[in-house]
């Protein structure tokens, strides 16, 4: 493939800084932007020599304008519960002005637009596992609003401007994923896991331990996500791993693969924390010819010496 200009938003977060690497190593030149709000320009380091890469801070719920650009890939959100939490209002505004104003690029400069997207969008779900074509069962004032219902918002903008403005738009329905540059400290289940059974500290299982998540190693994510990218697919397309784990198997995998002794405590369960979540990969097989590759374990070891990192960091 030519090498084309592609904008990133989101580039300094954990899968933005990836994906600007696999783009990269496919010969592509890439335009990184992020307000750094959650992002963190470490991520980005190992780029400070590549002259392909530029940075650009910038909030995208601001109108700017980057010049010509090919592709348009929006992955600038908070995503972690915690800190969706804490920045409520902003995670409304990028999902919806940030979006907008992101498609509105993609529509002056004639590029594609890839929006990631979020198993969020099926909420606490009554179908099992979740199909693209389930509308989900969503809380619109708990909690997690601010991050769901700007997505589902940031889904009708991205139809839109394919339905209205002809813009060729491709969504992504990202389910849990994990792997190096997962912030050690954003509270989610992984991250959590990993950086306690390192330290020796108590496993943090919330509630019974008996909800369900299925993750995927971020490679296997941005490999699906790349090869959507080149599709004409304008509805959304679930990208995950349908291996499915208790919390509580969770923690025993965290156990095994860092060899801690830890003990495993309840906390409780935070306000509507989906009961299980299960990609149906059906879709994505058949469109993209592809397989997530990467087991859990296999995953947790690849991870390793990146928490342990961070753990060394930490007790600085
Ligand atoms: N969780 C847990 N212990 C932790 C952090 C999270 O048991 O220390 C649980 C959480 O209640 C949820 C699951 O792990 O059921 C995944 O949570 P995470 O925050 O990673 O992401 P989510 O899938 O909920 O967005």
């Given at each position: 493939?030519?090498?084309?200009?592609?904008?990133?938003?989101?580039?300094?977060?954990?899968?933005?800084?990836?994906?600007?690497?696999?783009?990269?190593?496919?010969?592509?030149?890439?335009?990184?932007?992020?307000?750094?709000?959650?992002?963190?320009?470490?991520?980005?380091?190992?780029?400070?020599?590549?002259?392909?890469?530029?940075?650009?801070?910038?909030?995208?719920?601001?109108?700017?304008?980057?010049?010509?650009?090919?592709?348009?890939?929006?992955?600038?959100?908070?995503?972690?519960?915690?800190?969706?939490?804490?920045?409520?209002?902003?995670?409304?505004?990028?999902?919806?002005?940030?979006?907008?104003?992101?498609?509105?690029?993609?529509?002056?400069?004639?590029?594609?637009?890839?929006?990631?997207?979020?198993?969020?969008?099926?909420?606490?779900?009554?179908?099992?596992?979740?199909?693209?074509?389930?509308?989900?069962?969503?809380?619109?004032?708990?909690?997690?609003?601010?991050?769901?219902?700007?997505?589902?918002?940031?889904?009708?903008?991205?139809?839109?401007?394919?339905?209205?403005?002809?813009?060729?738009?491709?969504?992504?329905?990202?389910?849990?994923?994990?792997?190096?540059?997962l912030q050690a400290n954003d509270g989610r289940?992984i991250s959590n896991f990993m950086m306690?059974?390192?330290?020796?500290?108590?496993?943090?299982?919330?509630?019974?331990?008996?909800?369900?998540?299925?993750?995927?190693?971020?490679?296997?994510?941005?490999?699906?996500?790349?090869?959507?990218?080149?599709?004409?697919?304008?509805?959304?397309?679930?990208?995950?791993?349908?291996?499915?784990?208790?919390?509580?198997?969770?923690?025993?995998?965290?156990?095994?693969?860092?060899?801690?002794?830890?003990?495993?405590?309840?906390?409780?369960?935070?306000?509507?924390?989906?009961?299980?979540?299960?990609?149906?990969?059906?879709?994505?097989?058949?469109?993209?010819?592809?397989?997530?590759?990467?087991?859990?374990?296999?995953?947790?070891?690849?991870?390793?010496?990146?928490f342990?990192?961070?753990?060394?960091?930490?007790?600085?």
């Amino acid at each position: 493939m030519t090498s084309k200009k592609i904008l990133i938003a989101g580039a300094a977060g954990f899968l933005g800084s990836h994906l600007t690497d696999a783009l990269l190593g496919k010969g592509h030149a890439v335009l990184g932007v992020d307000n750094l709000a959650t992002g963190n320009l470490a991520n980005l380091a190992h780029l400070a020599d590549e002259p392909r890469f530029t940075f650009l801070n910038q909030d995208i719920t601001q109108p700017f304008d980057p010049g010509p650009v090919d592709y348009v890939f929006n992955f600038a959100s908070p995503a972690s519960p915690i800190d969706y939490a804490r920045l409520g209002p902003e995670t409304l505004l990028v999902g919806s002005a940030g979006t907008i104003n992101m498609l509105n690029i993609a529509r002056k400069y004639k590029a594609g637009f890839l929006h990631a997207s979020t198993s969020e969008c099926y909420g606490d779900p009554e179908v099992h596992p979740q199909v693209e074509t389930y509308w989900g069962r969503v809380n619109p004032i708990g909690p997690r609003s601010v991050y769901d219902e700007a997505k589902r918002f940031s889904e009708a903008a991205v139809t839109a401007w394919n339905r209205y403005y002809d813009v060729d738009t491709h969504l992504v329905r990202i389910f849990n994923t994990y792997g190096p540059r997962l912030q050690a400290n954003d509270g989610r289940v992984i991250s959590n896991f990993m950086m306690q059974a390192l330290a020796g500290e108590p496993l943090t299982i919330y509630g019974n331990g008996q909800q369900t998540r299925s993750f995927c190693y971020v490679s296997d994510l941005i490999e699906g996500i790349i090869r959507l990218a080149h599709t004409d697919e304008h509805t959304p397309v679930n990208i995950g791993n349908p291996s499915e784990f208790t919390m509580l198997e969770c923690a025993q995998e965290v156990l095994a693969i860092t060899g801690s002794k830890s003990k495993i405590i309840h906390h409780p369960l935070p306000e509507d924390d989906p009961t299980r979540r299960r990609p149906d990969i059906t879709k994505a097989r058949a469109l993209l010819n592809w397989e997530p590759r990467v087991p859990l374990r296999e995953g947790l070891e690849r991870s390793l010496a990146y928490f342990q990192a961070c753990l060394a960091a930490r007790s600085k």
